[in-house]
């Protein structure tokens, strides 16, 4: 075990001291001057929304596409590791873990209350009345607009970037190092990261600490609302110290351990009120909504991803859609680390369809179940409303109350918010840690106690002491960060596309070929150089051949210089005269060969003029955006590039060849080489 000074050595202290400071002095500030604060904030929350509110849809907007780009596109082949690597968790409890700390305390704390919202105030640029059928379909379009892709796919940039960096690149695990690929190692070790991870460590500490109060305010609310105790401040101080035990315990014992269980017990409970509702509820009915609650999201996002709502004269867009990008982004350093430390092993393609689609799908049948319920209750009763207007903390009880067993509902409903506070807390207190010690994976116990202390007390400080203004003003605070976050996740896009290019650029396809029939050696004909007096063409041994080389059999009649050039070769682009590598090798099991495929820009082919052999310059593909780096760390040497260096037996990672054995996904065409080139 580390000792504090072990501790203190290995903490990046640019980051955690200015962090540290910046947090203390927003607390004393927001408790000592509660009014001026809440006033301060309220003013900068408008100023958000009038100012860059536009930015936020626009670059929400562009992470849903960047996602999509990158699972319909060969960036998806890429593996979020080596080459040969299989995913660390399972399906389930991959699933389960990424949603829990996502958002699972939001879809219980805004189940109910926000579908019920829309339809009784919806938008007034949508030009619906509220309170009528066709407000309660818009409210659900709505709910899953603010749930769906666009939340998910801010979380992604973080977390496939990083995923990328640390394991396939064997970067430390740190916002920083998104934008390497931009602008260089140097840069990424100076100020520059150093203020890009003290943002993300602000924005992650307040988002927490502010879904920590919300979550006991829920929490309060329905003891309150089965009449088993009157909260006051001390019991809030109780639940709090409570929560923040479990949470500490939690992260102390370590992903694998205490906080995969607590997410797997987390989600069996969700479905399980889940399934009660649904049960004992309008069954059919919310069958029917769920099946048209999609295809109304599916319709209406293409009008609702890019409205700005200029000529509306209501607060709304800013109180919701604004809001949530904000807050999405403040919190994409704390969910996309973490994702990213979960995902390992798994291909773009499988992560963005994870992190996306699966938790969208359970999103909209959450929101049916709950919202839905809620809506029609509303419609059919009128009693869902306290004094005429929607109470988020209560709501949920009081939707439950109307359905058999609503003690014992309300109770697990209860324990739900329990375990989603204690998940989000401790898998944000690791991602914080692992920020404020440059990366480092395997942090000290001590500092991931400080980091879940801090947010409790920060969330205790804020209700007890402040209430609920400083709470509010600390929100606004938190989704204030996105504003420079916002830009740094946009470069983080186009830095990761950069490295995408030159990784698919040099990363060949292996190619199965064999020959009609059997029983006999492998050949394979020559295209016009072979024939019956030409034997096949055999490849050169690794490293030979001039910078520029030729592609494709040589034609009859050509110069025997040109012909000799042609022997050297160690490419064809018709598998012409390819033969196993000179390699020892297994004897193949049927006459086949194994060739790899490089792709070859077609700017960089030649055709010689005399003869017609095609030629291509090396030099003139993609140059690396990571400058051949390398790194003295675990998370280096276990990468795809550090097992790829080992494989090859040299420190130099900038060859300019994706020469690693391991690269079955590869997605590339054009030029086969049957032995890795040096």
Known sequence: MRTIHDAWQGIRKPVFIPASLIIFGMIAFAVVYSGTAEDAFTSLKDGIADGVGWWYILSATGFVLFAAYCVFSRVGSIRLGRDDERPEFGVFSWFAMLFSAGMGIGLVFYGVAEPLSHYIIPPQSGGIEGGTDAAANQSMQLTMFHWGLHAWAIYVVVGLGLAYMTYRKGRPMSVRWLLEPLLGRKRIEGPIGHAIDVIAVVGTLFGIATSLGFGVQQISAGLEYLGWLTVDNPVKIIIIVVVTAMATLSVVSGVTKGLKWLSNINMVLAALLALFVLALGPTLFLAQAWVQNLGGYVQALPQMMLRTA???????????????????????????????????????REFIAGVILAPTVIASLWFTIFGDSGILRQRDDGDMLVDGAVDTNTTLFHMLDGLPLGVITSVLAIAVVVFFFVTSSDSGSLVIDMLSTGGDMNTPKITRVYWSVLEGLAAAILLVVGGAGSLTALQTASIATAVPFSIV?????????????????????????????????????????????????????????????????????????SEHWWRRSKVSATFAGLSPSDRPAPEPQ???????????????????????????????????????????????????IGAEMRSNGNGNEGNGVGNGDGNENGDGGGAADPAPPD
């Open 489 to 561: 996740l946009v470069l983080a896009c186009v830095s990761m596309l950069k490295a995408f290019r030159f990784d698919l650029a040099h990363r060949p396809r292996y190619v199965h070929v064999s020959t009609p029939g059997g029983g006999g050696s492998t050949v394979l004909a020559t295209s016009g150089a072979a024939g019956p007096d030409k034997p096949a063409q055999q490849s050169t041994p690794p490293g030979a051949g001039p910078e520029r080389e030729p592609v494709g059999a040589t034609p009859t009649g050509q110069s025997a210089e």
């Open 310 to 348: 200029p000529f509306s004269d209501d607060t709304w867009l800013a109180d919701w859609t604004i809001f949530y990008w904000g807050w999405w982004m403040s919190w994409a350093p704390f969910v996309g680390m973490f994702i990213a430390r979960i995902s390992r092993g798994r291909t773009i």
């Open 590 to 640: 049927d006459d086949s060969l194994v060739v790899r495929v490089h792709e070859i820009p077609v700017s960089a082919l030649e055709v010689d003029p005399e003869t017609g052999a095609v030629g291509f310059d090396r030099s003139a593909g993609p140059s690396d955006p990571l400058g051949g780096e390398v790194f003295d760390t675990p998370e280096f040497a276990e990468s795809a």
